[in-house]
């Protein structure tokens, strides 16, 4: 099964497709992730993907449809995969029906004021990537390895607005389009974490 997360920036894709894809067994593929580890690598890709990231602008399409038809190639990918962060554009989706067909997407539904508020509180940490909460979590460490949490460089109010125009823009169409497939489900994206994690397995398993 192959399934899409969709979702403003700060929706919770990441944490539900985290949890979804180690119950359902599939792979998590996260571009957000990927672009991370290439700027920490300090590769090419990365220092290019950076220069769009910290103003919270979209990485261009063929950049990304290039680096996720290499990521679709790895062997975890051919078992069925969560989709988080991709496709971002319509250009984007295109593409990605000429690799793979999606049973499900699942969209996220969550405010602007409750995404701002989430987003500035939230801090990743910098060895493991478990993704905290400042509301939850007070500990300058991860209470999972004691790693040192940090918070992302486009987690600051002004990009998390810019980056919820440009979802508005370039990403809401997706509902539109996966819609037309009759694959949408919308989730209420403010339920407790467990709550909204055992409603989309449900979704999922039913599929
Ligand atoms: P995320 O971790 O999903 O919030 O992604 C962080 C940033 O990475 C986004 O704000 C974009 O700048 C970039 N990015 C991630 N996925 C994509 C994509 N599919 N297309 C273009 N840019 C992306």
Known sequence: ?????????????????????????LAHIST??????????????G???KSYIDKGALVPDDVIIDMMKERFNQDDAKGGVL????PRTVAQAEALDKIIKLDACINLVVDVDVIVDRV?????????GAVHS?????????NQCSGDLVTRPDDNKDTVLERFRVYEEQTAPLIEYYTKQGIVTDVDGTLPIEEEADLICGILKSK
């Open 47 to 49: 220092s290019l993907a």
């Open 134 to 142: 400042t509301k939850t979590h007070s500990a300058p460490t991860c």
């Open 83 to 86: 989709l988080d962060g991709f």
């Open 120 to 128: 500035v509180a939230r801090r990743v940490c910098g060895v493991c």
């Open 1 to 25: 099964m192959n399934v899409l997360f969709l979702g403003p920036p700060g929706s919770g894709k990441g944490t539900m497709a985290e949890r979804a894809s180690v119950r359902c067994n």
């Open 32 to 45: 957000g992730d990927i672009l991370r580890a290439e700027i920490k690598q300090g590769t090419e890709l």
